[in-house]
């Protein structure tokens, strides 16, 4: 628009009516030059006269060479001088794009609620860090909950597309700085997040929720180290051939992650108890009834679980297969059940007496589930039958591969087995034992102060936190995991960790999904607009639902005008 203005003025006010404006470019530098050209009179061949150098392409003075056109348009005709005026006016009003707002705003409100900037901050200022790194902590945070993706990537998302108070962008070793920081002060950040929320929201933390899970690594050429993080083991997502990581996380029964661990890949669970045991009894939280899955149950980690006079409620394995331990026995004890709240029966089996092994079991009953298990196993004895009257057995003659492949299939195979000819039938009495399992599981605990009820009702609540590692990994989405240095592996952790914090304490307050609040919030966006006095930011109106929320959480919402004129975020 300003060369067309420029070369108009240029036309008018040289005679020749040949000047003009052209771009040449040295080394790879744009310049500016007003030239004309001319004849040579001795040789007849036209050439190029620069008459001004207006300088280099990305660093013109604009308002400048407006002020030259304005002045050159005296000596033009009327029509003329406002075409050119109406051509160099800024628009009064000019809409450069919107971001989102609304997500990220609501989880940074609810982080500040939780004091974890205060926390981050108070660290912080033992160190001399020169950028905002509670800020970009956050960021990577609210990043996992609204749009997950890696830290490079981030830089189009701070950037371009969601807003985030006090951050207008950022670089991606910014970021890696902010996640070595995160790894230093993790424990303490862990040890004042978790008093800090406990305390706000008042929740109950003698109890304690524990398990684990694993993230494979598809990234990599997959080698192990001994001294990595990155290791083959069991793989709770059916990856065996993948290194992975071992992640374990505390929750108290309302669902809210209060502590994580990361291990090597090849770490069993029975060796994780005493680590997870030490940890939380240097928080000093008083007495603590831990909740843990059969996969934890050892005579020594119950030992270590009523340490410094806490107690457990841990699952039982049933089919152990030796009628001398105690589950089993607890099992076969007479005793009449009763009914509580969701349906289930119960029973209380003291195993021991007064002995040094005395055990406390409860044994319970669902019945909704005792029918899906007898209909089950009844489909796969139907099959089985089918299957077996398809072999053509001949008695003594060796096995075909179809009766091998029978016998050792995983669901058929175990209500088989070989009669004194060799052929394979039914396994009666294996079908007769299964039935006193249908719809059962139980239970021991050590504390004999809580009810069988209550014992019961807090084993059941383990379906929280199997419902975290399934948010871990399909709502923060921790994998792709891109890191490969351990510490980064840890620090990838702690804020997905930091993220399901945010979005429990948010579902809890709001009775909604995750799911449903960050739909809802999608559609809260901020318009970015451009005036003669600078910038303008303005949200859209807020729909009832979304004041809904942010009424239920009990924080605010953004402001009608974050940014006013350029004088910067407002963070209320």
């Not at 807003?163 to 002060?185: G, K, N, S, T, W």
């Not at 410094?308 to 105690?326: F, P, Q, S, T, V």
């Not at 004895?381 to 075909?400: F, N």
Request: glycine share 8%.
């Amino acid at each position: 628009m300003l060369g067309q203005c420029l070369h108009l003025w240029a036309n008018v006010w040289y005679n020749v009516g040949t000047m003009y404006i052209r771009t040449v470019t040295t080394k790879g530098t744009k310049y500016i030059q007003l030239a004309h050209n001319y004849r040579d009179p001795e040789t007849g061949v036209t050439k190029v006269k620069v008459l001004h150098n207006l300088g280099r392409a990305d660093s013109l003075d604009l308002d400048a060479l407006r002020r030259l056109v304005r002045s050159i348009c005296r000596f033009l005709e009327p029509s003329e001088a406002t075409q050119i005026q109406q051509q160099l006016d800024v628009s009064p009003f000019e809409f450069l794009g919107a971001k989102d707002i609304g997500g990220a705003w609501l989880l940074d409100r609810v982080w500040r609620k939780l004091e974890i900037d205060k926390t981050l901050k108070r660290l912080l200022s033992r160190r001399g860090y020169g950028t905002p790194v509670e800020r970009l902590i956050f960021a990577m945070v609210a990043n996992r909950a609204l749009a997950p993706s890696s830290k490079l990537a981030m830089e189009d998302w701070v950037g371009g597309e969601a807003m985030i108070a006090d951050l207008r962008e950022v670089e991606v070793h910014q970021l890696y700085r902010a996640m070595d920081f995160l790894l230093e002060a993790s424990e303490d950040i862990q040890r004042d997040v978790y008093f800090g929320v406990a305390n706000l929201l008042n929740l109950d933390v003698d109890v304690i929720f524990f398990d684990t899970t694993t993230t494979y690594f598809e990234t990599g050429d997959g080698a192990e180290d001994a001294e990595s993080l990155r290791r083959r083991g069991y793989s709770k997502d059916r990856r065996p051939d993948l290194t992975q990581v071992v992640i374990g996380f505390a929750m108290t029964k309302d669902g809210i992650p209060v502590k994580c661990w990361v291990w090597p890949g090849n770490s069993p669970d029975q060796d994780l108890v005493a680590e997870v045991k030490l940890d939380l009894n240097g928080w000093r939280i008083g007495r603590v009834v831990s909740v843990m899955d059969a996969g934890f149950n050892s005579p020594k980690n119950r030992r270590t679980l009523r340490g410094a006079g806490d107690h457990y409620i841990i699952g039982e394995r049933m089919r152990m297969g030796n009628k001398g331990l105690l589950p089993a026995e607890a099992l076969c004890r007479a005793g009449a059940y009763q009914k509580i709240k969701g349906g289930l029966e119960i029973k209380e089996v003291i195993v021991g007496g007064d002995s040094v092994v005395r055990r406390r079991f409860i044994v319970v009953v669902n019945p909704e589930e005792a029918i899906r298990d007898r209909k089950k196993r009844e489909d796969i004895v139907a099959e089985a039958e089918k299957r077996l009257d398809h072999l053509r057995q001949l008695e003594g003659e060796p096995h075909t591969k179809a009766a091998c492949a029978l016998r050792s299939h995983p669901a058929y195979g175990r209500y088989l087995r070989q009669d004194k000819d060799g052929k394979l039938i039914l396994d009666t009495k294996k079908l007769h034992a299964e039935e006193r399992f249908d719809g059962k599981f139980l239970i021991s605990t050590s504390d004999d102060g809580l009810s069988s009820e209550d014992v019961v009702l807090a084993y059941k609540q383990l379906w929280q936190i199997e419902r975290l590692h399934r948010d871990l990994k399909h709502v923060v989405d921790i994998r792709p995991v891109y890191h490969r240095l351990d510490q980064r592996i840890h620090s990838h952790v702690l804020l997905c960790w930091l993220s399901l914090l945010l979005i429990r304490v948010i579902e809890n307050a709001t009775d909604k999904s995750w799911f449903q609040v960050r739909n809802a919030m999608a559609g809260l966006k901020v318009g970015i607009h451009r005036t003669q006095a600078g910038e303008v930011w303005q949200t859209s109106v807020l729909t009832a639902e979304q004041k809904g929320l942010f009424g239920a959480t009990e924080v605010d919402p953004p402001p009608r005008y974050p940014v006013i004129a350029g004088k910067g975020m407002r963070t209320l």
